[in-house]
């Protein structure tokens, strides 16, 4: 099929679909999912994202493309794979157990729609204007951070004494209960963060306002996370670091890793390894875990089975807070490598890309991720797209 350049009105057009669909997830996390947070308003922020695919997915068939040429296609299909596997996995328990849920069809919405939406994205806009819709991004999910928590609580002495008190700990500990503390926006502006620390160049302020941003919120992993972003971002010969290949089979090993990881996990929640740690090393895991280690023995100790993704959240009426263990649960050994090698095949064992899904699958194993986090795999794997298309574009500086 003929490429055909878009023209600049269309090409407006698609950058406001994505900014309307920002707008509605600052709108709706920062105003209204904290009174009514299964409410259809929740939805509305989806139903753009899916509008927008369906918009884009029409231009790619015409033949539009923003940089001439298809890209990210093979990494589209290896994480359609994985969704293959998923859904066959999913079937296969339902059938053997006999009952299906609803949240499966929602959960595997939640998992597809960054998958798509990212493949579109880098296909119809180009570098310029991925830089240019992070930014809006970050002006409204930033906007929408503060609703959340309430402009009111935004004063010096609260921000400096936040920032005093950041700590890595765990537990009821006065740094774990920071009034900052988002669950709504923390991971998307994380991603941003990832996404100005690579594109330093003429964003240093985009770069620094994320930092301060991801601080505020108050999640360890992160905030651990965003202070080797600023370091990486600035190293002396940064552009050669930040793109090192780590060898063309380096990936495996994150793959391995964190196929192993979730088994770990749930070992590390139980009271006899609780125990060990605390008796051995005087670790309190329980501290670490801050009630998740007591959702994972409520399910184990409660005769659950698995009808597939999403099957405990209707087990036991939330969401297992530990995503690597719920996906273990749920999807067994095979889903689980499945997932860890799909995600970490695509990043071809680039530097930057696999300190980025580093992170993101330590907090899989820690928090939640992918089914709560849309729009921030949105902005992983549009730069995880980035790093392989244009590395070379962009980065110095």
Same mark, same amino acid.
């Given at each position: 099929m003929k490429t055909v350049r878009l023209s600049r009105a269309v090409r407006d057009m698609n950058i406001l679909l994505f900014i309307i669909a920002l707008a509605f997830k600052g709108v709706v996390d920062g105003l209204v999912i904290q009174n009514d947070p299964n409410g259809p308003l929740n939805l509305a922020k989806y139903i753009v994202l899916i509008i927008c695919i369906l918009?884009?997915?029409?231009?790619?068939?015409?033949?539009?493309?923003?940089?001439?040429r298809s890209i990210f296609v093979n990494e589209f299909q290896t994480l359609m794979i994985m969704c293959g596997f998923i859904f066959l996995? %999913?079937?296969?328990?339902?059938?053997?157990?006999?009952?299906?849920?609803?949240? %499966?069809?929602?959960?595997? !919405?939640?998992?597809?729609?960054?998958i798509v939406f990212s493949f579109c994205a880098l296909n119809i806009f180009n570098l310029h204007e991925l830089i240019f819709c992070a930014k809006v991004a970050l002006i409204i999910l930033g906007i929408g951070?503060?609703?959340?928590?309430?402009?009111?609580?935004? !004063?010096?002495?609260?921000?400096?004494?936040?920032?005093?008190?950041?700590?890595?700990?765990?537990?009821?500990?006065? =740094? =774990?209960?920071?009034?900052?503390?988002? &669950?709504?926006?923390?991971?998307?502006?994380? &991603?941003?963060?990832?996404?100005?620390?690579?594109?330093k160049r003429g964003n240093k302020k985009w770069l620094w306002i994320s930092f301060f941003l991801v601080l505020l919120a108050n999640k360890r992993l992160m905030m651990l996370f965003s202070v080797v972003i600023i370091v990486i971002a600035y190293l002396p010969n940064r552009v050669a670091i930040q793109n090192k290949v780590l060898g063309?089979?380096?990936?495996?090993?994150?793959?391995?890793?964190? &196929? #192993?990881?979730?088994?770990?996990?749930?070992?590390? !929640? %139980?009271?006899?390894?609780?125990?060990?740690?605390?008796?051995k090393f005087s670790i309190n895991l329980a501290n670490f875990?801050?009630?998740?280690?007591?959702?994972?023995?409520?399910?184990?100790?409660?005769?659950? #089975?698995?009808?597939?993704l999403g099957s405990t959240y209707v087990f036991q009426g939330s969401l297992l807070e530990i995503e690597g263990v719920k996906f273990l649960l749920e999807l067994g050994?095979?889903?689980?490598?499945?997932? =860890?090698?799909?995600?970490?095949?695509? !990043?071809? &064992?680039?530097?930057?890309?696999?300190v980025m899904m580093l992170y993101c699958f330590l907090n899989i194993n820690t928090s939640t991720?992918?089914?709560?986090?849309?729009?921030?795999?949105?902005?992983?794997?549009?730069?995880?797209?980035?790093?392989t298309y244009y590395s070379n574009i962009g980065t110095d500086g």
């Open positions: 918009v884009y997915s029409y231009e790619i068939h015409l033949g539009y493309r923003a940089s001439g996995i %999913t079937v296969y328990y339902v059938v053997k157990n006999g009952e299906y849920y609803s949240i %499966t069809l929602k959960e595997f !919405t939640f998992l597809l729609i960054p951070y503060i609703f959340e928590i309430g402009p009111i609580n935004f !004063t010096p002495s609260n921000i400096l004494s936040a920032i005093m008190n950041i700590s890595l700990a765990g537990g009821n500990t006065a =740094s =774990s209960d920071s009034i900052f503390e988002s &669950s709504a926006f923390s991971d998307s502006i994380m &991603s941003l963060l990832f996404f100005f620390g690579y594109y063309r089979w380096g990936w495996v090993v994150g793959a391995v890793v964190f &196929s #192993v990881s979730p088994f770990i996990v749930e070992y590390l !929640t %139980t009271p006899q390894a609780e125990w060990i740690f605390l008796q875990w801050m009630g998740r280690d007591s959702m994972v023995m409520n399910i184990l100790s409660s005769g659950f #089975v698995s009808h597939g050994a095979i889903g689980v490598i499945v997932i =860890s090698f799909c995600y970490w095949k695509i !990043t071809k &064992s680039h530097m930057y890309s696999m991720s992918i089914m709560t986090g849309t729009f921030s795999w949105i902005f992983y794997l549009i730069l995880l797209g980035c790093c």
